[in-house]
T-cell receptor, first 115, second 111 residues
Framework: GESVGLHLPTLSVQEGDNSIINCAYS??????FIWYKQESGKGPQFIID?????DKRQGQRVTVLLNKTVKHLSLQIAATQPGDSAVYFC??????????????FGQGTTLQVKP | DADVTQTPRNRITKTGKRIMLECSQT?????MYWYRQDPGLGLRLIYY???????NKGEISDGYSVSRQAQAKFSLSLESAIPNQTALYFC??????????FGQGTRLTVV
């Protein structure tokens, strides 16, 4: 299953399938990007990050892809499990003349895993 | 103990009241942030601080103020609370160009 940008708030996938969550970021000068997972009633938890000098980074069952040309970030989750059900946020480390270091979040995508 | 601690966890207050939300961290990080979370709007940045003498407004600072009392402490105040400030508030801390660590959140209801 795949979400498109920040305008599709919910992604529903079958257990065992791969999930792709997309994010469009705002600032072409942003130099660092992070994916967070937020479960109900909890604060966001770090999943994986990537710096702007990379286009791909892999973790355990997760991969982040960065396309700076179109300012697009994606999170791929392999073999999605029920425990992956949560809201996923992308965040960018903003770089600008007066506000470098702001960490700006996207709206989030709710991932629902069907057994 | 949690790396980032927010107090209180839940609070109900009346319109017009002053309220302070507190955040403390044991990570030793210089950078601290306050975010607000509303359903469907994700996390929005209220204020951030890079050290005790550095305070910066975020996207939605109107109606809020902050105080960085020490490297480890960053508090958020609502001088005169209004109902549309009902939300979930998160504090976060980070080093330069690393991930942010979040507290468990404060659920604030203004009636």
């Amino acid at each position: 299953g795949e979400s498109v940008g920040l305008h599709l708030p919910t992604l529903s996938v079958q257990e065992g399938d791969n999930s792709i969550i997309n994010c469009a970021y705002s600032n072409s000068a942003s130099d660092y990007f992070i994916w967070y997972k937020q479960e109900s009633g909890k604060g966001p938890q770090f999943i994986i990050d990537i710096r702007s000098n990379m286009d791909k980074r892999q973790g355990q069952r997760v991969t982040v892809l960065l396309n700076k040309t179109v300012k697009h970030l994606s999170l791929q989750i392999a073999a999605t499990q029920p425990g992956d059900s949560a809201v996923y946020f992308c965040a960018e480390n903003f770089v600008g003349s007066s506000n470098t270091g702001k960490l700006i979040f996207g709206q989030g995508t709710t991932l629902q895993v069907k057994p | 103990d949690a790396d980032v601690t927010q107090t209180p966890r839940n609070r109900i207050t009346k319109t017009g009241k002053r309220i302070m939300l507190e955040c403390s961290q044991t990570k030793g990080h210089d950078r601290m942030y306050w975010y607000r979370q509303d359903p469907g709007l994700g996390l929005r940045l209220i204020y951030y601080s890079f050290d005790v003498k550095d305070i910066n407004k975020g996207e939605i600072s109107d109606g809020y103020s902050v105080s960085r009392q020490a490297q480890a402490k960053f508090s958020l105040s609502l001088e005169s609370a209004i109902p549309n400030q009902t939300a979930l508030y998160f504090c976060a801390t980070r080093d330069r160009n690393t991930e942010a660590f979040f507290g468990q959140g404060t659920r604030l209801t203004v009636v």
